[in-house]
């Protein structure tokens, strides 16, 4: 048996030993943490109302039960740590973000049909790189800048064809040089239900989407893959896009621009555009997305389009893409006739889980009896992160004003760095 003595002895060293603990976490916590500036909460409380009017915290004789709310003022421990994140993620914001999109493409042309073999066995080589300036104004405001430098010669120059071979050049005016393709202001309005963008701008960024056809950085570099040739968009221009996304099945858009650097007034090269989209996923089978644009361009006589586009998954890792356009030709009473379909594969089906590949077709009509056919291939190969590899085979076929048939075989392969 423990004397009694000895037994207090030892439950005093233990209360001892418990103190001397709490006072180290004390100490611990006031060194690591610090108050947060005061915030205000609004608290749910119930409270008893009397005849007279007065609230009383428990129930009174003849008074009744309400809920309230309560403000209240309040301070909130936090670590020196999250103090640190929070400062670094504000000026973040608030600072300018630069980013970069580097390629380098090298083609070749064989041409086996043909008078004209100009283009025959050459080669030709594409520098691009784009600088991204990006920064917080204030909240869900922000302005965007994008810098391009291009190099090189693509053998649209030789080959003359309908649409580009090489999407890199499309909407840039000169090459060899650098240009700004957009600065713009973009804010969020109706809890981010309404975005408007107004700037200088690239319509084709907003309008005509594609989830599988519709970047040369990453998927197809034919232009005719990449956006519908019926927009006729041929450069970039100051102007204004509307987005109204209510985060359900439809989104509306609505967007404008001077469709011409020469132009002396906006009212003689007024581009607009409207769209209408569609979110649906038929038989469970994947997500689809569903567009259909109408567009008028005011240069010169004037002109009007209208067009679709589709994606949609099939499965896992495959999707579906289509589009159709229709435009008036200022030169005849016909109209130019453009659609494109095609598969693109993903998600693991490649050599690399990040590795993508497609297959897509192309066919141009025009009112001048001018014709185009293209199929292009493509596999794009994840490197690293940042670093992607990809190989194309394009075959393109043009039928001549004078009824005459040129055919090229172009393989391509493009070396792409984002960071």
């Known amino acids: 048996m423990i004397p009694f003595g000895a037994q207090a002895e030892s439950d005093r060293e233990q209360l001892l030993k418990r103190i001397e603990g709490l006072e180290q976490r004390v100490i611990e916590l006031e060194t690591t943490t610090v108050l947060s500036d005061p915030e205000t909460r609004v608290k749910k409380i119930e409270v008893f109302v009397d005849e007279n009017g007065f609230e009383h915290d428990t129930q009174v004789p003849g008074s009744h039960r309400i809920t309230t709310y309560q403000r209240e003022r309040v301070y909130r421990r936090q670590t020196i740590n999250e103090k640190i994140e929070e400062a670094l993620d504000d000026a973040a914001s608030r600072n300018v973000q630069l980013g970069v999109d580097a390629a380098i493409i090298l083609q070749n042309v064989q041409q086996p049909r043909g008078e004209d073999k100009t283009a025959d066995g050459n080669f030709y080589q594409l520098a691009s ?30 080959i003359n064809g309908t649409t580009l071979v090489n999407g890199y050049a499309a909407r840039l005016i000169k090459q060899n040089d650098l240009s700004l393709r957009e600065a713009w202001l973009m804010t969020e309005l109706w809890d981010q239900r309404l975005s408007l963008v107004v700037g200088r701008l690239d319509l084709t960024n907003y309008f005509d989407a594609n989830a599988a056809a519709n970047d040369e950085t990453s998927q197809f570099l034919s232009d005719a893959l990449v956006n519908n040739p019926a927009l006729g968009l041929s450069e970039n221009g100051a102007g204004m896009a509307v987005v109204y996304d209510p985060k359900s099945a439809f989104n509306f858009r609505l967007g404008y621009q001077q469709s011409s650097s020469t132009a002396s007034n906006l009212s003689d090269s007024l581009f607009l555009l409207l769209e209408a989209g569609y ?44 589009r159709y356009g229709s435009a008036e030709n200022t030169a005849s009473t016909k109209r130019d006739s453009y659609y494109s379909t095609g598969l693109q594969f993903d998600t693991g089906l490649g050599f690399n889980p990040e590795d993508a590949f497609g297959i897509g077709y192309s066919r141009s009509d025009l009112a001048t009896n001018e014709k185009e056919t293209l199929f292009e291939s493509y596999y794009n190969l994840a490197m690293t992160e940042k670093l992607r590899l990809s190989f194309h085979l394009t075959f393109l076929e043009e039928k001549r004003v004078d009824s005459s048939t040129d055919a090229y075989v172009i393989s391509g392969v493009r070396l792409q760095a984002s960071f």
């Open 129 to 158: 790189t784009d600088l991204y300036f990006t920064a917080g104004i204030a909240q869900y405001t922000v302005f965007f800048a994008d810098i391009v430098g291009l190099s090189g010669t693509p053998p649209d120059n030789e």
């Open 279 to 322: 979110q649906a996923n038929p038989f469970h089978m994947g997500e689809g997305n569903y567009r259909i644009w109408y567009r008028e361009d005011s240069t010169g006589n004037g002109s009007s389009a209208f067009g679709v586009s589709l994606d949609q998954r099939l499965m896992a890792g495959i999707t579906l893409f289509g």
